[in-house]
T-cell receptor, first 111, second 114 residues
Framework: DAKTTQPTSMDCAEGRAANLPCNHSTISGNEYVYWYRQIHSQGPQYIIHGLKNNETNEMASLIITEDRKSSTLILPHATLRDTAVYYCIVRVGGGNEKLTFGTGTRLTIIP | DTEVTQTPKHLVMGMTNKKSLKCEQHMGHRAMYWYKQKAKKPPELMFVYSYEKLSINESVPSRFSPECPNSSLLNLHLHALQPEDSALYLC?????????????FGQGTRLTVV
């Protein structure tokens, strides 16, 4: 699976959009971009994933650049409950069971 | 039901004890995972079961022994652990082993080895 690079930490004001970047410059054509988050002392929670098109669900939006070398997770209206470590993961589609976590971004929502 | 249930939530065990961690899901998922997470570190993959067969062992010491008795259950048997094995142990499941399916995680078992 391709390696990902994320900022170690970020702050965002409550009510504003939180934009979390992820670099995956060695991504292959069959690799998906996944985002998970982990709130303190809880299990990781799936947020969203995509291959090449932008995706949106009730939690967030995922914007993938045209060359697929980077992506941005957008939490449109951050709340204090969004404070967590956010992991960007690249995962091969088709027969690969591995989900390998990088170091992630610690996002702190400021009141 | 999108829940993965892990028991117990907390476990303290001595280095000579034998204990087991249990994980259960009723989503019909055919891939199940064990992860280990040390404080302030990301989860590290230990084992993957696919269709009730062990498909990945990430060079985990033999004092950790996984078992998948059926498609809904995953156990992790612990024996002769060391204090450095103290960690949060996470179980996860996904629909199958293909890359286009999300994994659901349990809340973990916090293990302390004394």
């Amino acid at each position: 699976d391709a390696k990902t690079t994320q900022p170690t930490s970020m702050d965002c004001a409550e009510g504003r959009a939180a934009n979390l970047p992820c670099n995956h410059s060695t991504i292959s054509g069959n690799e998906y971009v996944y985002w998970y988050r982990q709130i303190h002392s809880q299990g990781p929670q799936y947020i969203i994933h995509g291959l090449k098109n932008n995706e949106t669900n009730e939690m967030a939006s995922l914007i993938i650049t045209e060359d697929r070398k980077s992506s941005t997770l957008i939490l449109p209206h951050a709340t204090l409950r969004d404070t967590a470590v956010y992991y960007c993961i690249v995962r091969v589609g088709g027969g690969n069971e591995k989900l390998t976590f990088g170091t992630g971004t610690r996002l702190t929502i400021i009141p | 039901d999108t829940e993965v249930t892990q028991t117990p939530k907390h476990l303290v065990m001595g280095m000579t004890n034998k204990k087991s961690l249990k994980c259960e899901q009723h989503m019909g998922h055919r891939a199940m995972y064990w992860y280990k997470q040390k404080a302030k570190k990301p989860p590290e993959l230990m084992f993957v079961y696919s269709y009730e067969k062990l498909s990945i062992n990430e060079s985990v010491p033999s004092r950790f022994s996984p078992e998948c008795p059926n498609s809904s259950l995953l156990n992790l048997h612990l024996h002769a652990l060391q204090p450095e094995d103290s960690a949060l142990y996470l179980c996860a499941s996904s629909q199958d082993r293909l890359g286009n399916t999300e994994a659901f995680f349990g809340q973990g078992t916090r293990l302390t080895v004394v």
